[in-house]
C-alpha cells in the first residue's frame, strides 16, 4: 500500500512541476510578446553615398555627409520660392516644421514676419544654388564642424537669386552657417533623425574672388 502511495505522491509533485514549467512558459512567452509589440517597425540607418570603399559604423551614426546634405536640402527647400515670396516662404515654413527645432520654428516665423513687413517677400521668386567646387566633396573638414555626436554646424556657400516677375532683383553669394542637431522626436513626419536649429551666426556675403578660393573656418 506504502509503494502505491509513494507512487501517487510521486506522480502529483511531476504534475506539479510540469505546472510550474507551464506557467513559467508562458510568462516568458507573456514577455516576447510585449518586447515584439513594442519593437520599432522600421528603422533608420545613415549610409554614406559614396560605397566604392565600404563602410562600418554603429547603426545609429550619422556620417558627416549625410548631415551635410541634409542640412542643404532642407534650407534650400525653404528658400524655393516659385511664385510669390509672400505666400511661398509661409507654406514652407509650415511644410517642413518637421525638420526645425521649435526655437527654430519661431525665429523662421519672425523672420517672415519682418520680411512680410518690410515688403522682401510679395511677388518675389526665389532659389538657393551651392557655388560649384564649394561643395561637401572639395573640402569636407571646412563644410560640416562637428560640436558633439549629436550637434553639427553646416557651412553653406550658395548663390542666391530673387526676382520681382519676371525681373532680376538680386544675385548675392551668401555663406551659411546651419546648426543640426541630431533629434529623432517623429519618425513618421521627419524620417533622417535631424533637425534644422537656424543658424550659428548672420549670414555672410561672399565676394566672387572668395568664392574660387577655400572657405575661411
Same mark, same amino acid.
Request: aromatic share 8%; no cysteine.
Given at each position: 500500500m506504502s509503494r502505491f502511495t509513494n507512487e501517487v505522491e510521486h506522480l502529483r509533485a511531476h504534475a506539479k512541476t510540469l505546472? !510550474?514549467?507551464v506557467c513559467a512558459l508562458f510568462f516568458a512567452l507573456v514577455l516576447a510578446l510585449l518586447g515584439w509589440?513594442?519593437?520599432p517597425s522600421q528603422?533608420?540607418?545613415h549610409v554614406p553615398p559614396d560605397l566604392? $570603399? !565600404?563602410s /562600418?559604423?554603429?547603426w545609429w551614426d550619422i556620417p558627416p555627409e549625410n548631415v551635410y546634405a541634409f542640412a542643404f536640402y532642407i534650407w534650400q527647400q525653404l528658400h524655393r520660392w516659385p511664385t510669390d515670396g509672400e505666400a511661398d516662404y509661409a507654406r514652407n515654413i509650415r511644410a517642413l516644421s518637421a525638420y526645425f527645432t521649435p526655437s527654430c520654428q519661431n525665429w523662421l516665423e519672425s523672420d517672415f514676419a519682418y520680411r512680410k513687413t518690410h515688403n522682401e517677400l510679395r511677388q518675389r521668386v526665389r532659389g538657393i544654388y551651392e557655388i560649384p567646387g564649394r561643395g561637401y566633396g572639395d573640402d569636407p573638414s571646412m563644410r560640416l564642424k562637428t560640436l558633439s555626436k549629436r550637434d553639427w554646424v553646416a557651412v553653406l556657400d550658395v548663390s542666391a537669386d530673387e526676382y520681382f516677375g519676371t525681373e532680376q532683383v538680386k544675385r548675392a553669394l551668401v555663406?551659411?552657417?546651419?546648426k543640426v542637431a541630431k533629434m529623432d522626436a517623429d519618425p513618421e513626419k521627419n524620417p533622417f533623425g535631424m533637425m534644422i536649429d537656424c543658424l550659428a $551666426? =548672420?549670414?555672410e556675403r561672399i =565676394?566672387? /574672388? =572668395?568664392a574660387k578660393g577655400a572657405p575661411s573656418p
Open positions: 505546472r !510550474g514549467v509589440w513594442n519593437a528603422l533608420t540607418i566604392r $570603399s !565600404g /562600418t559604423r554603429m555663406r551659411y552657417r546651419v $551666426s =548672420e549670414p =565676394e566672387a /574672388t =572668395e
